[in-house]
């Protein structure tokens, strides 16, 4: 079936820094993205919808210059924490899409712990 | 847009049959309800799906009300492994890209 590779699982970093996270659906191609952030206990928090090729759309409260995302391919997103803070750390989720009501298909999350 | 709402936790004894509702009061015509669930620290795990007919497969069986306000999920025999966060997820087209509406999920706790 369909799978969705994120990379880094876990990655640390110190205050300041930039992190790129790497969402690549393997098998189909992902028309739209989804990212998502979770902090402890929390429920999965949607961030921002990209579709290929275009800008992505942000959720309110979500800053468009702190998380960068690209999405050039119909195979790859990406999602850059710029200047990275303590309180950004958290677990960020992705998750594809075609352009049909078919299946989302999400990475296994990355854990960022800025220090 | 659709939004849907979740009961926040539920408890249910090994064995016996979990049923997590999700209400969906807006959503439109051509929308799909999609059931994931998540384990700890893991991505959500695709469950099942459907638009209007109740659906049933090896994981659980989906049921949608007449007008589409609501539905339930159905694990028939809870097993400890189903303790996860349930999630309800409203999947439409919107300008030939999906359109996602994600609950808050349910945290289901299986009580052996």
């Known amino acids: 079936g369909a799978v969705v590779s994120q990379h880094p699982s876990r990655v640390i970093c110190k205050s300041g820094t930039s992190v790129k996270i790497e969402c690549r659906s393997l098998d189909f191609q992902a028309t739209t993205m989804f990212w998502y952030r979770q902090f402890p206990k929390q429920s999965l928090m949607l961030m921002a919808t990209?579709?290929?090729?275009?800008?992505?759309?942000?959720e309110q409260g979500v800053e468009k210059d702190k998380f960068l995302i690209n999405h050039a391919s119909l195979t790859l997103s990406t999602l850059t924490v710029t200047s990275a803070h303590p309180e950004d750390s958290s677990f960020y989720i992705c998750s594809a899409g075609g352009q049909d009501n078919s299946p989302l298909h999400f990475g296994n999350g990355t854990r960022l712990t800025v220090t | 847009d659709a939004k849907t709402t979740q009961p926040t936790s539920m408890d249910c004894a090994e064995g016996r049959a979990a049923n997590l509702p999700c209400n969906h009061s807006?959503?439109?015509?051509?929308?799909?309800v999609y059931w994931y669930r998540q384990i700890h620290s893991q991505g959500p795990q695709y469950i099942i799906h459907?638009?209007?007919n109740n659906e049933t497969n090896e994981m659980a069986s989906l049921i949608i009300t007449e007008d589409r306000k609501s539905s339930t999920l159905i694990l028939p025999h809870a097993t400890l492994r189903d303790t996860a966060v349930y999630y309800c997820?409203?999947?439409?087209?919107?300008?030939?890209?999906?359109?996602?509406?994600f609950g808050t999920g349910t945290k289901l706790q299986v009580i052996p």
């Open positions: 990209s579709n290929e090729g275009s800008k992505a759309t942000y």
């Open positions: 459907g638009l209007k």
């Open positions: 807006t959503i439109s015509g051509n929308e799909y």
């Open positions: 997820i409203v999947i439409g087209i919107s300008g030939g890209y999906q359109k996602v509406t």
